[in-house]
């Protein structure tokens, strides 16, 4: 029997078997399905498949797919492309090896096709298919919900996706009777769906188009359950939204501010409360948030210092009336040396000097000079330090450059890794006869502060920007 896998031998033919040696079985046989006198793969291609043809004859002018395989012209195209390959011009030596291996291979695929198997399945090339964009006419997303469940099933639909902004788009549509026909759905419901991924949009959307009532029988509903949902990443979202609407209608703010209430530090230094606070300090207003300026101001060091506590801190100055600022920043002046060793609490203390009062940041500069030595040497607090130096008035600025000057304080802070800065900055602000002392000071320790690195590296800086340290002597043209 002749066949394409025998074009490798001289005269086309295989040479005779014993008919009692059984054929070696192919690997592809073990995943193939006996039917109608031959073996179909569950891996073959899909476009053998009668669905697929239905698919391409309805979306081949729209996307790039390439056709079935029982399309006449594609089985031509494939007839022609398998011709040329058998018949092509290729060296003997090229096409087989003399080795063992070649005709073994050669004869088993010769026994397994006469058997029928998909080893002679001929493979054909097939055209790229190049995926085209998203389109929801082709791909349409399916929901198990419609428009006529709004009315029997709107509490399901809440938590469902598709659902969820079906009902958002009803919403939107201002009628009166659907908007009471959700609302009776979903009531009882209210404080669940605003923790859900989809209802939390939903429940803002209600209370968005939703009038008084409506906005009165939720706060009725959630207000003993106001700071557990906060606290959800979700629930935040409903809250956020919640204080947002209840600003139009004042005489319910302080059933939202009451349910909030012994609950502000807990919120401030949650990463979804905090949140919830600062809407409060933007949307409440003066005097509804008073209540969070009396828990700040008690518990500065404590909110200060924490992640999301030292960002609540920075809204309360900016939403502050003048009163209140006053207040908040006598609180945290009290407490700054602490606060500037502390890796949140030292960006409080320099949002109060990016104020720029010159009555707070003079306090400040005062209390920082009583701590020079132990301040100046520190990661955080040497920032603090050197801003309080830069944005403050020259009376002051000399003052704190005096204590920095000192024998005792210059040599450790300009060898010091941190407060080199400090000392660069000074040199910077300093008037003529104080600097001309920091300088003579710095020259008289040289010795000492090449004896490390990091001194020797700062001292040829200097020398570098102020001449009169510089070791060579320096003639003048006469």
Same mark, same amino acid.
């Given at each position: 029997?002749?066949?394409?896998?025998?074009?490798?031998?001289?005269?086309?033919? @295989?040479?005779?078997?014993?008919?009692?040696?059984?054929?070696?079985?192919?690997?592809?046989?073990?995943?193939?399905?006996?039917?109608?006198?031959?073996?179909?793969?569950?891996?073959?291609?899909?476009?053998?498949?009668?669905?697929?043809?239905?698919?391409?004859?309805?979306?081949?002018?729209? @996307? +790039?797919?390439?056709?079935?395989?029982?399309?006449?012209?594609?089985?031509?195209?494939?007839?022609?492309?398998?011709?040329?390959?058998?018949?092509?011009?290729?060296?003997?030596? #090229?096409?087989?090896?003399?080795?063992?291996?070649?005709?073994?291979?050669?004869? $088993?695929?010769?026994?397994?096709?006469?058997?029928?198997?998909?080893?002679?399945?001929?493979?054909?090339?097939?055209?790229?298919?190049?995926?085209?964009?998203?389109?929801?006419?082709?791909?349409?997303?399916?929901?198990? =919900?419609?428009?006529?469940?709004?009315?029997? /099933?709107?509490?399901?639909?809440?938590?469902? /996706?598709?659902?969820?902004?079906?009902?958002?788009?009803? @919403?939107?549509?201002?009628?009166?009777?659907? !908007?009471?026909?959700?609302?009776?759905?979903?009531?009882?419901?209210?404080?669940?769906?605003?923790?859900?991924? =989809?209802?939390?949009?939903?429940?803002?959307?209600?209370?968005?188009?939703?009038?008084?009532?409506?906005?009165?029988?939720?706060?009725?509903?959630?207000?003993?359950?106001?700071?557990?949902?906060?606290?959800?990443?979700?629930?935040? %979202?409903?809250?956020?939204?919640?204080?947002?609407?209840?600003?139009?209608?004042?005489?319910?703010?302080?059933?939202?501010?009451?349910?909030?209430?012994?609950?502000?530090?807990?919120?401030?230094?949650?990463?979804?409360?905090?949140?919830?606070?600062? %809407?409060?300090?933007?949307?409440?207003?003066?005097?509804?948030?008073? =209540?969070?300026?009396?828990?700040?101001?008690?518990?500065?060091?404590?909110?200060?210092?924490?992640?999301?506590?030292?960002?609540?801190? /920075?809204?309360?100055?900016?939403?502050?009336?003048?009163?209140?600022?006053?207040?908040?920043?006598?609180?945290?002046?009290?407490?700054?040396?602490?606060?500037?060793? &502390?890796? =949140?609490?030292?960006?409080?203390?320099?949002?109060?000097? &990016?104020? +720029?009062?010159?009555?707070?940041?003079?306090?400040?500069?005062?209390?920082? $000079?009583?701590?020079? #030595?132990?301040?100046?040497? #520190?990661?955080?607090?040497?920032?603090?330090?050197?801003?309080?130096?830069?944005?403050?008035?020259?009376?002051?600025? /000399?003052?704190?450059?005096?204590?920095?000057?000192?024998?005792?304080?210059?040599?450790?802070?300009?060898?010091?890794?941190?407060?080199?800065?400090?000392?660069?900055?000074? !040199?910077?602000?300093?008037?003529?006869? @104080?600097?001309?002392?920091?300088? *003579?000071?710095? *020259?008289?320790?040289?010795?000492?502060?090449?004896?490390?690195?990091?001194?020797?590296? $700062?001292?040829?800086?200097?020398?570098?920007?102020?001449?009169?340290?510089?070791? *060579?002597?320096?003639?003048?043209? #006469?």
């Amino acid at each position: 029997m002749s066949s394409p896998y025998t074009k490798g031998f001289i005269g086309g033919s @295989l040479p005779s078997r014993s008919t009692s040696a059984p054929p070696s079985i192919d690997s592809n046989m073990l995943f193939a399905i006996p039917y109608a006198s031959e073996y179909i793969s569950p891996f073959s291609d899909i476009r053998n498949d009668q669905m697929y043809e239905e698919f391409y004859e309805k979306f081949k002018e729209k @996307l +790039n797919i390439p056709p079935p395989l029982t399309d006449p012209l594609y089985i031509e195209r494939s007839i022609i492309e398998e011709n040329s390959r058998k018949y092509s011009d290729v060296s003997e030596g #090229q096409s087989r090896s003399r080795s063992t291996s070649f005709l073994v291979s050669n004869v $088993i695929d010769n026994c397994i096709k006469e058997e029928e198997s998909p080893k002679n399945l001929n493979i054909k090339t097939t055209q790229d298919f190049t995926p085209t964009a998203y389109d929801e006419t082709f791909f349409p997303v399916y929901s198990s =919900f419609t428009v006529q469940h709004i009315y029997s /099933q709107a509490y399901d639909m809440s938590k469902d /996706q598709i659902g969820c902004r079906l009902l958002q788009k009803k @919403l939107e549509e201002k009628n009166p009777f659907t !908007l009471q026909a959700i609302f009776e759905q979903i009531y009882i419901h209210i404080p669940e769906i605003m923790i859900d991924p =989809f209802g939390n949009y939903f429940i803002q959307k209600l209370m968005e188009e939703g009038d008084e009532n409506i906005i009165e029988s939720i706060i009725s509903l959630v207000k003993h359950q106001i700071p557990q949902i906060a606290l959800d990443s979700h629930g935040t %979202r409903a809250i956020q939204k919640l204080i947002e609407v209840v600003v139009k209608y004042p005489r319910h703010i302080s059933s939202v501010v009451l349910s909030l209430k012994n609950h502000e530090i807990i919120l401030i230094k949650d990463m979804n409360g905090n949140h919830v606070i600062q %809407r409060c300090l933007n949307s409440l207003g003066y005097p509804h948030n008073e =209540f969070i300026y009396e828990t700040v101001c008690k518990n500065v060091y404590e909110l200060a210092t924490d992640r999301h506590g030292c960002c609540v801190l /920075q809204r309360c100055i900016d939403a502050a009336t003048p009163m209140q600022k006053n207040n908040l920043v006598d609180k945290i002046i009290e407490c700054a040396v602490q606060l500037v060793q &502390d890796a =949140f609490g030292n960006y409080v203390v320099q949002y109060v000097i &990016d104020l +720029n009062s010159y009555d707070a940041n003079g306090r400040l500069a005062m209390l920082f $000079i009583q701590s020079m #030595q132990v301040l100046a040497v #520190q990661k955080f607090s040497s920032n603090v330090i050197e801003k309080c130096l830069q944005q403050n008035t020259s009376a002051i600025q /000399q003052i704190m450059i005096q204590e920095i000057s000192q024998p005792e304080n210059l040599l450790r802070m300009i060898n010091d890794q941190y407060a080199n800065y400090v000392v660069q900055r000074a !040199l910077t602000l300093a008037e003529p006869a @104080l600097l001309s002392k920091m300088l *003579k000071e710095i *020259k008289s320790r040289v010795k000492e502060l090449k004896r490390t690195q990091f001194g020797k590296r $700062i001292y040829a800086k200097l020398s570098k920007k102020y001449s009169e340290l510089s070791e *060579k002597p320096v003639f003048r043209k #006469q």
